[in-house]
């Protein structure tokens, strides 16, 4: 992330949104987490989303990844009082295996907060994602799509790959590809800016085929 984006999602509106709109609209689509619910967030950023996760869908625990060593600094002072509640990481979320030992199959929810549309291939991103998720477990993502990357602002402020990105209808029908069960629990808002949705690793593999 360059400095325009750092300031921009770290700053109050944005936590504002995230806040009384991200987390109430997920929380609709997707309902609360399962009692002791182990979690991943991928780009967790200076972890106001992981005091998200915390408190608002009671995870017993998260595991919390950024590629960028400052960010997990900034979470690392945030979530100081969360204590073994929390285990914070520096590393990519392209291999979870190497940045967080994480085995599959290993998570009751995965988070995203709008850190899939950074990574140059994103459907590998999804399929790790897809990998880590228990039988039963739901991937709960916020995401900004093709149609906004390619806004003059955001080209002008920001730092994004821009090859290859993804619409709201396409980034569904990945997850779906891969297995996860969507349905009609995603949103879009801004002329299909940006998307919200929850998605859902069938108990068993063959319900998805
Ligand atoms: C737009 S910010 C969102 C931060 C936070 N989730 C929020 O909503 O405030 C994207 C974050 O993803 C991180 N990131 C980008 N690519 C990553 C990757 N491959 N693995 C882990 N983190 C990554 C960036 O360092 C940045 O902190």
């Not at 600094?73 to 990519?92: E, H, M, P």
């Not at 906004?148 to 955001?154: F, N």
């Not at 402020?157 to 069960?181: K, Y």
Request: with cysteine.
């Amino acid at each position: 992330m360059n400095r325009a984006e750092t300031a921009l999602v770290n700053s109050p509106p944005r936590r504002a949104l995230q806040r009384f709109y991200e987390v109430p609209t997920l929380l609709r689509l997707g309902g609360a987490l399962p009692p002791n619910a182990r979690v991943l967030e991928v780009g967790c950023g200076a972890g106001y989303g992981t005091e998200l996760i915390l408190r608002r869908f009671a995870a017993a625990r998260v595991d919390a990844l950024d590629l960028d060593p400052a960010m997990i600094g900034r979470a690392k002072r945030r979530l100081a009082g969360y204590a073994d509640r929390v285990r914070l990481a520096t590393g990519d979320m392209t291999d979870l295996r190497a940045a967080l030992g994480a085995e599959d199959g290993s998570f009751d929810a995965v988070f995203d907060f709008a850190i899939v549309h950074h990574v140059l291939d994103w459907r590998a991103a999804l399929g790790e994602i897809v990998r880590v998720l228990k039988p039963g477990g739901r991937f709960y993502f916020d995401e900004v799509t093709a149609a906004a990357l390619a806004t003059r602002g955001y080209r002008w402020l920001f730092d994004h790959p821009t090859e290859d990105r993804f619409t709201a209808q396409e980034f569904v029908a990945e997850l779906e590809r891969q297995g996860l069960q969507v349905g009609s629990r995603w949103r879009t808002r801004i002329r299909g800016h940006y998307l919200l949705g929850v998605a859902q690793r069938p108990y068993s593999d063959a319900a998805s085929r």
